[in-house]
């Protein structure tokens, strides 16, 4: 009984679900597909994908979600150019990896960042979930960015934030976003798993 109005519940969300988060599904998950398998054209999804969020962010009131959607399709163009000439030969770049102490002067600008968005989005706007939000937009902002620069690491960092954006987005009633995060998360998993393969 209590199955079948989950289950009930759930298809009834989906057949709700607007095009736009269609829109934003398919072209996400084409990405971080491209993404594993270091692919450069997953730029080109992830700007097209991110660029919708904006929109739809910015109507669920998850403002700083929605100006992480902005970054994300600025250093989408980043990426897309590093992937293809950002080595010092201006050839495509290879997968390189950082050391422990990096990745822990990263988590400390990340901290850093976290707290006065959360503390700003908490008492200055109608953000939902302030706090949660903006350590997720702390950290994807470093995590986008070593991507841009094919760091190992930042499938780590994703595997974490992915699995928080389950959370927020199934919180504002957006469970197809909430079910690609899920699926972003596995493939996160995926993602790492294939570059530390190239790199042994």
Same mark, same amino acid.
């Given at each position: 009984m209590i199955l079948s109005f989950f289950s009930d519940s759930l =298809?009834?969300?989906? @057949?709700q679900t607007s095009v736009t988060e269609w829109l934003i599904f398919i072209t996400a998950v084409i990405y971080v597909i491209l993404a594993a398998i270091e692919n450069v054209w997953c730029w080109l999804f992830g700007i097209i994908s991110s660029a919708l969020l904006v929109y739809l962010c910015f109507t669920g009131h998850l403002f700083l979600?929605?100006?992480?959607?902005?970054? +994300?399709?600025?250093?989408?163009?980043?990426?897309?150019?590093?992937?293809?000439?950002?080595?010092?030969?201006?050839?495509e770049l290879s997968i390189s990896s950082f050391s422990i102490q990096k990745n822990i002067f990263l988590i400390f600008i990340g901290m850093i960042i976290w707290l006065p968005f959360?503390?700003? /989005?908490?008492?200055?706007?109608t953000q939902v979930l302030?706090?949660?939000?903006?350590?997720?937009t702390a950290f994807?902002?470093?995590?986008?960015?070593?991507?841009?620069?094919?760091?190992?690491e930042n499938?780590? @960092?994703?595997?974490?934030?992915?699995?928080?954006?389950?959370? =927020? +987005?199934? @919180?504002?009633?957006?469970?197809?976003? /909430?079910?690609l995060s899920v699926i972003y998360t596995?493939?996160?998993?995926?993602? +790492?798993l294939s570059w530390r393969k190239k790199t042994t």
């Open positions: =298809l009834s969300a989906f @057949y979600e929605s100006g992480l959607n902005i970054f +994300y399709v600025i250093i989408g163009v980043y990426g897309w150019y590093q992937w293809l000439h950002g080595s010092e030969e201006k050839t959360g503390y700003m /989005a908490h008492h200055y706007s302030p706090y949660l939000d903006a350590f997720i994807s902002i470093i995590a986008t960015w070593m991507q841009a620069k094919k760091i190992l499938w780590l @960092y994703w595997i974490i934030l992915n699995g928080l954006s389950i959370a =927020l +987005y199934a @919180y504002r009633g957006f469970y197809l976003i /909430a079910l596995l493939l996160s998993v995926t993602g +790492y």
